[in-house]
């Protein structure tokens, strides 16, 4: 039998990672996040690899498929000047292997934080003497300075001076940034032996250290999963969920963000003056709008977007699932997000109508998706008084039949096919049909979370 895989599994030198980062071969997809570790951990990064530590598998996707396109950048500190099209993009190992390439290979200070989340540049040193001695914590064999290469201690001391190349040498500090730079771990090696009466002891220290050290930074081989040019949109965002430790969820508005900008569209200037223009609204209708998020904006556009290839006799089923939403074209964005903007106003109209005057006391955010789809389906027909209190049972009904809590992406396609077929002569939609609601329960509602609190134990207005 067979087996079936989307990726493969090798080993690449750093130095070969490197330096595909800096021509640009591997680029990050720009859905990724910005850097954000600090020098603590780039220090016990760069410890790892002296002590030839694992530090784990990085995870890239190769390009080329024309179906999963993304806008790339370059990894920060990359000259960009001659960017060229990557090869791959990172989808785990950011973190890392930016750490990696602005202290070894960048000669400017790398741009991080300290304990205290300040901003601060930093060099990295190894401390000859210190990575020879086999008794001395391994935390203290690379150093960390300053910008200006120096450190200072209580009232302004200088505890290590590496300003120049001279100060470097007499404190046995060799910059990390030299292990891959032939040329300037040469120009650095002769002025490290240029003092005769300490040539012998430092020819053996730099004996040592090309025996043990630099290998260890120049054969460190960096575990590679390569997810082949086929794997499909939707399971690029489930894989960099599973893999992504930066604790925040990739959001599906990202995704599309980086797809659509590979087309120069930008989706999210193009939602900021979408989102402007809900709150605008949204204050005449008394804040109604004010939670719509990215992502129930873009539902929307997929519910409209499939209803009407459906409509068109593509044989697609109505959804707003993310495998939807990663699938629309920005020309289905083109096409509906005007619209869809509209709607979301007219379902605040609507509201506002029903006496429902704020985010706050919205029953159920997520049926305002399927209310803004029915509006703009049904254009000029939902200002027909009838058609409106059609639209108003079925929202009522699923207020309090309590219809809309949990997972709704299944009942939102339902409803706005069969809201707009009731309307059109077909028959009672599901929703109002399983709707019920015993009086009763209002006695045995206690907090506001609840549906049937907000609308059946508010004041009236």
């Not at 029915?374 to 079925?394: M, P, S």
Request: glycine share 6%.
């Amino acid at each position: 039998m067979s087996t079936i895989t989307t990726f493969d599994s090798t080993v690449e030198s750093l130095l070969d990672l490197l330096e595909s980062i800096q021509e640009c071969r591997t680029q990050l997809p720009d859905f990724q996040r910005g850097w954000v570790w600090d020098d603590e951990r780039i220090r016990n990064l760069l410890i790892s690899v002296s002590l030839s530590y694992p530090i784990g598998a990085v995870m890239m996707l190769q390009t080329g498929n024309p179906n999963v396109r993304f806008a790339s950048r370059p990894i920060e500190g990359v000259d960009n000047v001659n960017q060229v099209e990557p090869e791959r993009l990172i989808l785990d190992g950011q973190q890392r292997l930016t750490a990696l390439f602005q202290s070894l290979k960048l000669k400017a200070p790398v741009a991080t934080r300290d304990k205290r989340d300040k901003a601060i540049k930093r060099f990295y040193y190894i401390d000859i003497d210190k990575m020879l001695d086999p008794n001395v914590d391994r935390e203290e064999t690379i150093v960390s300075v300053p910008e200006d290469r120096i450190i200072r201690g209580p009232g302004g001391r200088v505890v290590l001076d590496c300003s120049d190349l001279e100060k470097e040498c007499e404190a046995g500090m060799l910059p990390v940034n030299l292990l891959f730079d032939p040329a300037g771990l040469l120009a650095w090696q002769t002025c490290y032996f240029s003092d005769p009466a300490r040539l012998a002891e430092r020819s053996l220290k730099w004996q040592k250290l090309m025996m043990d050290v630099f290998p260890r930074f120049q054969q460190y081989q960096v575990p590679v999963i390569m997810l082949r040019k086929p794997t499909p949109k939707e399971a690029v965002c489930q894989v960099f969920e599973n893999v992504n430790t930066g604790g925040v969820s990739l959001t599906v508005f990202e995704l599309l963000t980086a797809t659509f900008a590979a087309e120069d569209f930008k989706l999210r200037d193009d939602w900021e003056e979408k989102e402007a223009k809900l709150k605008r609204s949204g204050e005449i209708y008394n804040r109604v709008l004010a939670d719509i998020s990215s992502t129930d904006f873009l539902q929307a556009v997929a519910l409209l977007a499939t209803y009407n290839r459906r409509k068109a006799g593509d044989g697609v089923a109505v959804s707003c699932k993310r495998r939807d939403i990663l699938q629309l074209t920005l020309a289905d964005y083109q096409r509906w997000a005007d619209r869809v903007t509209e709607g979301f106003i007219q379902a605040a109209q609507f509201l506002h109508e029903q006496h429902v005057f704020s985010a706050r006391d919205l029953p159920y955010g997520t049926q305002l998706i399927p209310l803004a789809a029915i509006f703009v389906e049904l254009g000029q027909e939902a200002h027909n008084v009838c058609v409106r209190d059609r639209i108003a049972r079925w929202y009522w009904c699923g207020v309090l039949g309590e219809l809309y809590g949990g997972a709704t992406e299944t009942r939102i396609a339902r409803d706005v096919v069969e809201v707009v077929e009731w309307i059109r002569g077909g028959a009672e939609p599901t929703t109002v049909r399983d709707a019920h609601f015993a009086a009763d329960r209002l006695f045995t509602l206690r907090t506001r979370n609840s549906a049937a609190y907000k609308e059946g134990c508010k004041p009236c207005s």
